[in-house]
């Protein structure tokens, strides 16, 4: 068993921020990261820009510049955060897995997996820093498990010239259906609302897919939501206007060569329902004191987007959570580090 005062779980932006501000304050700490650093990143479809501007996103007081000035790409941020662990050297256990935590009178046990390998730590305090989108939110449809579905996005070249139904009106779904039609993809686009949130669009995204949508170059159908999916066809069917439900006694049937549900993403609350961690509302967000991040359940603290739970409407980013690594050290530790808050970026507070 490896003993050490605190355990930090996850290595996305604010996890690597965290991490940075813990060695420099000199805190004994072991970092574990179930994949590799940024996992949801990396998740991202090639190219993909950020909703946010480079100076939000950039983390441990390090400047994120871009080829052209302009918001960083999926490669770049990447980039960027690889520099961020080579510059501080960064010691972070990738592809470890935490697969059971359990409570101690005098701290924590932590049990994990790589590979094959099992390891044992001991700690007297655990940082949760593991997200809010560890794993796709299903539909729970027939057909849903069939080698032609995806939730992710990945590339628009394999939709060349193919029927591709896009299932969503988030900001992942508008840029897949617009990047599969411009590589030639036959697009439609099924969303359960009768309209787009242009609040929560990417501004740039929405007003062409719009214009596509007007002249039938992409085939859209509001306020639908999919029944079941079998090899080459999709049913859709219209949701209730008073019950928002789907109406079982209406549909039709789309032929699909591919599926993406663009559904969005839900939160893993596993690690803290180990911990005995209280979660409330809808998005089961852990209960924390916002000025130290600390749970209901002593020594155990939450940074980053997982302070939100799974957001349905979000109001936790990276660039709002910067603040987090300040409280957290200074209660773990008692020592002030410098972090960007939310004020910088005219935002509110959380």
């Known amino acids: 068993m490896i003993s050490t005062d605190i355990i930090l779980i996850g290595a996305g932006p604010i996890g690597l921020e965290l991490a940075v501000a813990l060695k420099s304050v000199g805190a004994s700490y072991i970092h574990l990261e179930a994949g590799q650093i ?6 991202y479809p090639a190219q993909t820009r950020f909703f946010s501007s480079p100076e939000r996103i950039a983390i441990a007081n390090v400047p994120l510049h871009t080829i052209d000035q302009s918001k960083a790409t ?3 941020y990447l980039a960027y955060l ?4 080579q510059q501080f050297d960064l010691d972070i256990h990738t592809f470890e897995r935490v697969e059971t935590v359990q ?12 590979s094959d390998a099992q390891q044992i730590y001991a700690a007297r305090r655990i940082v949760l820093a593991v997200g809010d989108m560890a794993k796709p939110r299903l539909l729970h449809v027939p057909g849903e498990d069939l080698p032609h579905v995806s939730h992710y ?10 029927k591709l139904l896009v299932v969503g009106g988030g900001n992942s779904a508008v840029e897949a259906a617009l990047r599969c039609f411009r590589v030639g993809a036959q697009v439609s686009l099924s969303y359960r609302r009768d309209h787009f949130d242009e609040s929560a669009i990417k501004y740039w995204l929405l007003p062409e897919l719009q214009a596509l949508i007007k002249h039938d170059k992409v085939a859209f159908h509001p306020q639908t939501v999919v029944r079941s999916i079998a090899p080459g066809k999709v049913t859709l069917v219209p949701v209730g206007p008073s019950t928002n439900g789907a109406d079982e006694n209406a549909g039709s049937t789309l032929d699909a060569d591919f599926v993406l549900l663009l559904t969005g993403y839900v939160a ?11 979660l409330e509302g809808e998005n089961r967000s852990p209960v924390i004191d916002p000025q130290t991040m600390q749970t209901n359940v002593p020594g155990v603290y939450v940074v980053g987007t997982a302070v939100a739970g799974t957001q349905t409407h979000f109001r936790l980013f990276i660039e709002n959570c ?3 690594v300040s409280r957290v050290v200074k209660a773990l530790t008692g020592k002030q580090v410098l972090a960007a808050t939310p004020k910088d970026f005219g935002l509110p507070e959380n």
């Open 153 to 162: 996005f990945t590339d628009p070249h394999q939709y060349f010239r193919q």
């Open 38 to 43: 940024a996992q949801t990143v990396s998740w």
């Open 74 to 76: 999926r490669e770049e």
């Open 103 to 114: 409570r101690e009178p005098d701290g924590f046990v932590i049990r994990t997996r790589r």
């Open 322 to 324: 910067h603040i987090h």
């Open 268 to 278: 893993d609350s596993t690690l803290l329902d180990m911990l005995g961690v209280r």
């Open 82 to 85: 690889r520099g961020i662990v």
